[in-house]
């Protein structure tokens, strides 16, 4: 369905044709003297010169071709030259229900609908999910689901982190806790034990014990790298450890971002991109990109244009070790075979920007990606305490997300209790969609690439723009339909009607603006432009509320009419959560 400004300019194209100008000069903006008129329309300026004419001579030319128009209520040719526009409120009217007839309320299908692998998330196993990972899953979880509304097939994988010296790590602190197991032996040729040897609150402490003492024991940090390099290489008893902690990790995982409504069609990790790497590397060589270098195999990727130094990839460490580099390049092929994708986005902490410069330009120089594939780094900003550094805990240290979303639940519910209509159950289980709603709006409405101030107190008010807020006006809404519904009637998009009054009107043209926004969002990856939204049209929604008795109004078209807006109003609002990666409950 094409958007309300394109058919607003197309009607003010056929004017100026008509009066005999070009048909470009009649682009149709929104107005910047809202005072004033809704929209307007400055091409009479531009065509003064083209034409040799006063410009307020062709705008009331072009004006007199719009007196039967049914689209504009009000065409005002003004000096020096401009049309100030508003637009007819039966056409919004026509507009909105056509809206509610089409499926995404009028959101066109891409002309060539795009495969994109978004790799977001991106924990490491073994340790504990930190709030440095919330805003990857929470900006990718939203970009996923944008982008598949949009009409794109979507594969979000959560690329875990389960390759590197993390897992060296682990398994050198195992072995001096128990040499005894059977995974040290080499010459043990049995079956590994199913149970894993250790418990997954022990696994959280053994990690950062192994992480401090290697920082200060060099001979156990070697011992962790030769057993990251051995892991690699296969070596049968490290690969037993390994899944045990996989496993582990992974469940828990799962459990952790199930809460947050976040889920991932992929599970594969950097390990998964072992079986391309001895091909990739052999084939680096022998096209003469990876060259030894301090013992290490490295891919040059600076260019004569560089403004700042950017460092050669790494492929192999000199004990034949994968890095960073190396398994995100193996993951690029990877993904290039299984999925042929248009484009592979990356929603990672923007600190990895230069990281992802190195890795990009390697891919396409050594050709580990089709040329037409786009590859995207979409860096995110660091959420920051309200003293403007980093998120911690209270104490200094990191704070675990699952202690994060307990905090913001306990507040919430300690508010929602306050309601006496909602049984304590009742409460709880509102208290955390509201408080989820609360933690993802409180990110997504920040433009990702900015850093944020993460401030509970106000994330949680039901007042501004907040995701509380939102989700108050939806459930406003639901009531009211709901006691509309009581009083025997039933919703009929057939009796929506024409705006009669202005915040009226302007809750209308809130709700026509949807495939427009939607459409910009869903192109610039933009959570934050959906949240800007919600929050104008929920404003719009509660300004048009205040000032109307819907229940109560006697006029039945009139009621039904409104009810009718009020069920659009609503669909969109929850449309727009949902790609935000929450929902609204039925109280609160
Ligand atoms: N595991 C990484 C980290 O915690 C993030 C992974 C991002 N994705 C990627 N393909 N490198 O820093």
């Known amino acids: 369905m094409k958007k309300l400004l394109d058919l607003l300019t197309e009607e003010m194209q056929q004017a100026f044709e008509a009066a005999g100008y070009d048909k470009n000069l009649g682009k149709v903006g929104i107005s910047n003297r809202p005072d004033l008129c809704e929209y307007q329309c400055n091409g009479a300026m531009a065509g003064a010169k083209q034409y040799k004419k006063a410009p307020i001579m062709i705008a009331n030319e072009v004006a007199e071709k719009l007196s039967g128009t049914t689209v504009f ?11 100030n526009l508003k637009v007819s409120e039966s056409f919004l009217c026509d507009y909105m229900r056509r809206m509610s007839e089409e499926e995404k309320f009028g959101l066109e ?23 440095g990972h919330l805003r990857s899953a929470v900006i990718g979880e939203s970009i996923k689901r944008m982008s598949r509304y949009a009409g794109h097939k979507v594969i979000g994988d959560v690329h875990l982190g389960d390759w590197g010296l993390q897992m060296g790590l682990i398994i050198s602190e195992l072995q001096v806790r128990k040499p005894e197991l059977p995974y040290f032996d080499d010459s043990y040729t049995g079956e590994y034990p199913v149970e894993a040897p250790f418990t997954l609150s022990e696994l959280e402490e053994i990690y950062p014990t192994a992480s401090g003492k290697s ?3 060099e001979e156990f940090k070697a011992k962790a790298l030769q057993a990251t390099a051995d892991l690699q290489k296969g070596k049968p008893g490290y690969r037993a450890i390994w899944k045990h902690i996989m496993e582990l990790s992974i469940a828990d995982l799962k459990k952790n971002y199930e809460k947050l409504k976040v889920d991932f069609d992929l599970w594969y990790g950097e390990s998964d991109s072992q079986k391309y790497i001895p091909d990739m590397v052999e084939k680096m060589k022998k096209d003469g990109f990876a060259y030894i270098s301090n ?11 560089d403004k700042k130094e950017i460092p050669p990839c790494i492929i192999l460490k000199s004990d034949g070790a994968a890095m960073y580099d190396t398994t995100d390049l193996a993951t690029i092929l990877q993904r290039t075979i299984d999925f042929a994708p248009d484009s592979i986005i990356y929603v990672v902490d923007k600190r990895q920007e230069l990281h992802f410069e190195q890795v990009f330009r390697c891919a396409r120089k050594t050709g580990q990606v089709a040329e037409n594939t786009e590859l995207k780094f979409l860096g995110f900003g660091t959420m920051n305490g309200k003293d403007g550094k980093p998120f911690k805990t209270r104490d200094g240290g990191v704070m675990r997300l ?18 006496e209509a909602l049984s304590q159950e009742e409460a709880k289980e509102t208290a955390q969609v509201v408080a989820l709603a609360a933690l993802k709006y409180g990110d997504l409405s920040n433009q990702a690439s900015k850093d944020y101030i993460f401030d ?8 501004g723009d907040t995701g509380p807020y939102i989700l108050y006006t939806i459930v406003r809404i639901k009531s009211i339909l709901n006691k509309y519904r009581e009083q025997g009637k039933e919703i009929s998009m057939e009796s929506l009607s024409a705006a009669q009054n202005a915040s009226e009107k302007a809750l209308v043209m809130e709700l026509c603006q ?3 926004m939607m459409e910009s969002a869903c192109e610039e990856l933009a959570p934050h432009k959906v949240c800007a939204y919600i929050y104008d049209l929920a404003n719009a929604f509660n300004r048009f509320y205040h000032e109307t008795k819907i229940l109560s109004e006697e006029d039945e078209a009139k009621r039904a009419g409104w009810i009718a807006l009020l069920n659009l109003t609503r669909d969109i609002l929850e449309c727009c959560i949902d790609l935000l990666g929450f929902s609204a409950p039925e109280r609160m």
């Open 402 to 419: 699952s202690s994060l979303i307990s905090q913001i639940t306990d507040q919430m519910y300690e508010k929602i209790s306050g309601n």
């Open 215 to 217: 920082k200060v024991d």
């Open 109 to 131: 299908a891409p002309k060539k609908p795009k495969t994109i692998v978004i790799d977001y998330g991106g924990p490491n196993v073994a340790k504990p999910l930190h709030v």
């Open 73 to 83: 209520s009000e065409v005002d040719a003004v000096a020096p030259g401009f049309l």
């Open 514 to 516: 949807f495939n427009s």
């Open 456 to 463: 509970i107190d106000k994330f949680i008010s039901f007042e």
């Open 295 to 305: 013992g290490a195999l490295i891919v040059d990727v600076a260019t004569e244009e």
